[in-house]
């Protein structure tokens, strides 16, 4: 199997299913304040800390993640920005595909799934 790797990728190439939240505040619809805590939507589990999609750090210093679906996908956000010390902070394809993010930045994609990349072209140009 060839393993892919990808240095300052494209961000169009992220799998991340939460990436139009990042930075962003999300506020409880009947409270009005900013989320808090762990919650179960579907089968996914979401974590928020002042708003923000966070994680944080378990009894023992691991990493939790702020989002995990049932299969297997996570995304380690801090401070609701996508972000993991040393290692990928997006796991998907059942661990086939992994996003190296700093601060919100991505950084670094490894997998050994295809990509297809289609390059967009000016029509008269």
Same mark, same amino acid.
């Given at each position: 199997?060839?393993?892919? +790797?990808? @240095? @300052?990728?494209?961000?169009?190439?992220?799998?991340?299913?939460?990436?139009?939240?990042?930075?962003?505040?999300?506020? $409880?619809?009947?409270?009005?304040?900013?989320? $808090? /805590?762990?919650?179960?939507?579907?089968?996914?589990?979401?974590?928020?800390? $002042?708003?923000?999609?966070?994680?944080?750090?378990?009894?023992?210093?691991?990493?939790?993640?702020?989002?995990?679906?049932?299969? /297997?996908?996570?995304?380690?956000?801090? *401070?609701?920005?996508?972000?993991?010390? *040393?290692?990928?902070?997006?796991?998907?394809?059942? /661990?086939?595909? +992994?996003?190296?993010? $700093?601060?919100? @930045?991505?950084?670094?994609?490894?997998?050994?799934?295809?990509?297809?990349? +289609?390059?967009?072209?000016?029509?008269?140009?």
């Amino acid at each position: 199997m060839e393993i892919l +790797e990808i @240095n @300052n990728p494209d961000i169009k190439l992220s799998k991340c299913l939460n990436l139009k939240y990042q930075g962003i505040t999300i506020f $409880n619809d009947i409270s009005k304040k900013p989320m $808090n /805590g762990e919650f179960n939507v579907s089968g996914d589990i979401i974590r928020f800390k $002042n708003g923000l999609l966070h994680g944080g750090k378990s009894p023992d210093g691991n990493d939790i993640p702020a989002f995990e679906t049932e299969d /297997g996908h996570v995304e380690f956000f801090e *401070n609701g920005f996508l972000h993991r010390e *040393n290692f990928p902070a997006v796991i998907s394809d059942f /661990g086939d595909w +992994e996003e190296w993010w $700093n601060h919100g @930045n991505l950084i670094y994609i490894r997998t050994s799934a295809k990509i297809n990349v +289609e390059t967009e072209q000016t029509e008269g140009k």
